[in-house]
């Protein structure tokens, strides 16, 4: 919840003269019913060709799109942006293989089109936050952990949904500031990640505030949590495989080695190698 006088880190569109008429189509339970449906129909299909062994086949494909989105994003291109993110989206489905299933993401899609792109023009405003959600997704579906994919896909296709109900207010536990930037971290803890970008387009509040909440509630900073959230997933790694240290460093990550073994033994209080020697004695 955010305190009085707290605004929501995210700017609105014209937000009062695009939503009256969107949500005469549907009430917000109907919204978010079908939001949820198609997230579950999407992840599905992405679980699906991991699956298969199509991720490289199935991520070149939608690394051209993401590229598009980017440059329709610079442009600040709402309604070409939004058509190529629905084929972004498609194309995840369609590469499942099966037709019951894209038939049925379609109607869905359908049926909240118009929600969809009014949702982008009035909680949006700047469309390279956007256009790096999608990149943050990609990076998901294409990580070795299925269920980051399905987790990461989840909350990609509510953030619309979340975004409307904080604009109106919103006190749900779920909108939660700590709580939300929890669980997207723990979704994308392997992605390049900084605490600005967290508090304005994860949490909505500003990043000082943010820092606030988490000393308050969990006792640490931001930050401090997501090298933790890393290096805990690192030491799970190390117990479980017999990748090298660099390799797990960057799974996890991290983009230098010697940082990832610093930090690594100052919160196990050995070197990864040495925990890894621990854990099959």
């Given at each position: ?38 997230s579950t129909l999407e992840a599905f299909g992405v679980c699906r060709w991991r699956q298969c062994g199509e991720r490289l086949r199935v991520g070149n494909e939608l690394r051209g799109q993401l590229g598009e989105l980017q440059r329709l994003a610079k442009l600040g291109d709402y309604l070409a942006f939004h058509n190529v993110d629905k084929q972004f989206h498609r194309a995840a489905v369609a590469a ?186």
């Open positions: 919840m955010i305190d009085e006088g707290e605004k929501p880190a995210f700017g609105f569109s014209d937000a009062t003269t695009i939503w009256p008429t969107i949500q005469e189509m549907k009430d917000h339970a109907t919204l978010h019913d079908l939001c949820r449906l198609r499942a293989g099966l037709e019951p299933l894209l038939k049925s993401w379609e109607i869905v899609v359908a049926d909240v089109e118009d929600w969809i792109l009014g949702s982008k023009q009035a909680y949006w405003p700047n469309l390279m936050a956007l256009y790096r959600e999608h990149e943050l997704l990609l990076e998901a579906w294409l990580a070795e952990d299925d269920w980051l994919a399905e987790q990461a896909t989840h909350q990609h296709l509510e953030a619309g949904w979340y975004r409307l109900r904080m604009s109106e207010g919103s006190d749900a536990t779920d909108l939660d500031p700590v709580q939300r930037t929890v669980s997207f971290i723990a979704t994308h803890f392997a992605s390049r990640l900084d605490i600005e970008w967290l508090a304005s387009h994860v949490s909505f509040v500003s990043p000082n505030h943010l820092a606030r909440l988490f000393r308050s509630q969990m006792g640490i900073s931001p930050l401090r949590h997501l090298k933790q959230v890393r290096l805990e997933r690192a030491a799970q790694l190390l117990c479980s495989g017999t990748d090298a240290v660099a390799l797990i460093a960057t799974r996890v990550g991290y983009q230098n080695t010697s940082h990832f073994v610093r930090d690594f033994r100052r919160i196990f209080g050995m070197t990864p190698l040495d925990y890894r020697r621990r854990g099959d004695s």
